[in-house]
């Protein structure tokens, strides 16, 4: 259960109820594929950086170590060892990202495994199963991701297709939920607007899956082509055509200049790569901008990556230690910078909550704004 604490503008405060804990929203998903953080970051370390859901990936569980053998083991919680809400995407990225190893029907996507090339079948009843098998918290429908620019005809023959999914995503959802054998009985769903940048495609099939009643909705097919103005605008004209009594993600998104501007148009949850994969190249966020702590300048720098962080790299390590463990390719390196990375999101969105029940959103985003742009 969704409930909408405040509003300032389009903008919401909120707390999503779910069988692992209540999510305080808006939220960043901090994003372990294949149920591990990159950069040797462990559940503890999660907690430690206030991290609120974990983010984990279908297809690849679903090639190792396997959904049947996570099952096995107890389900995805158990098997990672983290009590707190964890929300699987549902291989739909796959079908975008893996163009050259896919065939879409409309029982499902084959494909051949980026691993050992072995055939693998998936649809939406397929995709319903390894995530119950998974048993995380919230599943994600199937659907296809769409590379932008497409074809407007490709476009909405691809919207009617994942419609059909959803429905069959939820019936399947459904009867799996009751099953004896099932470990998450309370398994919620997710539905995904698509559209590419046709805004009227997205508004009509936002309102379509509107109405399927679902536990919340997110805005899939962007952050793949289309410039930030674009995403913007088609979340200001899709966003209001979403139920505001339920959770809003705006998927594989993004930097915090976009988390600052989706969340004034609406958006609650999101999730990125960027922090881990950012951080395993020396690249950090601060309140100034990001660093590149490889650059020459940083060499006798005794200060940490940000005065005042409270995240476990900057409560003891220079930016000159962290530097010399990069240049000598230690893997302490890695893990500093992404638990740093990790925590400034979770920092920023835990602001960015505490600002809009001030009513102060607005001013806090200007500021912001204004901040990353000083390095």
């Known amino acids: 259960m969704y409930q909408l604490l405040k509003v300032e503008g389009r903008a919401k405060r909120g707390a999503f109820s779910t069988p692992h804990g209540v999510i305080q929203t808006p ?14 970051v462990s559940s503890e370390d999660l907690e430690r950086v206030n991290c609120q859901v974990e983010l984990s990936n279908t297809y690849h569980l679903h090639l190792r170590p396997g959904d049947e053998i996570v099952k096995k083991l107890g389900g995805l919680h158990k098997f990672m060892v983290w009590d707190k809400p964890i929300l699987t995407d549902s291989g739909g990225f796959q079908v975008f990202s893996l ?8 029982e499902g996507v084959y494909f051949s495994s980026h ?3 072995r055939k693998i079948f998936m649809g939406p009843e397929e995709s319903m199963k390894i995530q119950s098998n998974l048993a995380s918290t919230i599943a994600m429908a199937f659907d296809e991701c769409i590379g932008i620019p497409a074809e407007r005809s490709y476009v909405q023959n691809s919207v009617d297709r994942t419609t059909r999914w959803l429905q069959r995503c939820k019936a399947a959802l459904q009867q799996l939920n009751q099953k004896e054998d099932t470990i998450n009985k309370k398994q919620m769903l997710f539905g995904i607007n698509q559209g590419a940048t046709y805004e009227d495609i997205r508004i009509a099939h936002a309102k379509t899956i509107a109405d399927m009643d679902l536990d919340g909705y997110a805005i899939g097919g962007l952050a793949v082509g289309e410039t930030h103005e674009q995403m913007y ?16 993600y705006l998927m594989g998104v993004g930097t915090p200049e976009n988390i600052l501007e989706a969340v004034e148009r609406g958006v609650d949850f ?10 395993r190249h020396a690249h950090v966020y601060t309140n100034m901008g990001k660093l590149n702590l490889l650059n020459a300048k940083y060499e006798l720098d005794e200060s940490p990556i940000e005065e005042g962080c409270q995240c476990p790299a900057c409560q003891r390590y220079s930016r000159a230690y962290i530097r010399h463990l990069f240049k000598a390719k230690e893997m302490l390196a890695m893990r500093l910078c992404v638990l740093h990375n990790l925590y400034f999101f979770n920092h920023m969105m835990q602001e960015i909550r505490y600002a809009l029940e001030a009513g102060n959103f607005l001013q806090y985003k200007k500021e912001r704004l204004a901040g990353f742009q000083q390095n």
Request: glycine share 8%.
């Open 115 to 117: 691993i050992d090339g």
């Open 233 to 248: 605008h088609i979340l200001e004209e899709v966003v209001p055509y979403l139920p505001q009594n339920k959770p809003t």
């Open 270 to 279: 999101f999730d990125c790569v960027l922090p881990a994969r950012n951080g």
């Open 27 to 40: 939220v960043f998903m901090n994003v372990g594929t294949i149920a591990a953080i990159k950069g040797a």
């Open 99 to 106: 163009t050259s190893l896919r065939k879409i029907t409309e």
